[in-house]
C-alpha cells in the first residue's frame, strides 16, 4: 500500500529544505577566505619571455599552499605552484610558476 505525504510531512520538508539552504554557505567557507597578497609597484624593468629572472620579481609576496578546488574542496594542492604579482603606472604584471 502506497504511502501518501500529508499536509504537514511537506511543511516539515520545506522547512527542512529551507534551513539547509540557509546553513550550507556556513559550513562552506573558504579555508583561505583570510589570505591577503600585498602586491608592491616596482621600479624594476620586466622582460616579458617566458622566464620570471628579473629583479621586479625578487621583491614580491608570493601566493602558494593552495588548497583543492575540483573535484572537492577538502584539502591542499598536490601539484606544487606559486603566483607573485607587481605593477607599474601603466601595466599589471602577474607571473605563475607550477613545479
Same mark, same amino acid.
Given at each position: 500500500?502506497?504511502?501518501?505525504?500529508?499536509?504537514?510531512?511537506?511543511?516539515?520538508?520545506?522547512?527542512?529544505?529551507?534551513?539547509?539552504?540557509?546553513?550550507l554557505p556556513l559550513s562552506?567557507? !573558504?579555508?583561505?577566505?583570510?589570505?591577503?597578497?600585498? #602586491? *608592491?609597484? /616596482?621600479?624594476q624593468p620586466i622582460t %616579458?619571455?617566458?622566464? $620570471?629572472?628579473?629583479?621586479?620579481?625578487?621583491?614580491?609576496?608570493?601566493?602558494?599552499?593552495?588548497?583543492?578546488?575540483?573535484?572537492?574542496? !577538502?584539502?591542499?594542492?598536490?601539484?606544487?605552484?606559486? #603566483? *607573485?604579482? /607587481?605593477?607599474?603606472?601603466?601595466? %599589471?604584471?602577474?607571473? $605563475?610558476?607550477?613545479?
Amino acid at each position: 500500500m502506497p504511502y501518501f505525504f500529508s499536509l504537514s510531512d511537506y511543511k516539515r520538508l520545506f522547512l527542512v529544505g529551507c534551513l539547509s539552504l540557509v546553513l550550507l554557505p556556513l559550513s562552506a567557507q !573558504k579555508k583561505n577566505e583570510n589570505f591577503r597578497l600585498h #602586491i *608592491r609597484k /616596482t621600479s624594476q624593468p620586466i622582460t %616579458i619571455d617566458g622566464i $620570471a629572472d628579473d629583479l621586479a620579481w625578487k621583491d614580491t609576496e608570493a601566493a602558494k599552499d593552495f588548497f583543492m578546488v575540483l573535484p572537492m574542496d !577538502k584539502g591542499k594542492a598536490t601539484q606544487q605552484s606559486e #603566483i *607573485r604579482m /607587481t605593477y607599474v603606472d601603466e601595466y %599589471i604584471y602577474l607571473v $605563475a610558476t607550477f613545479y
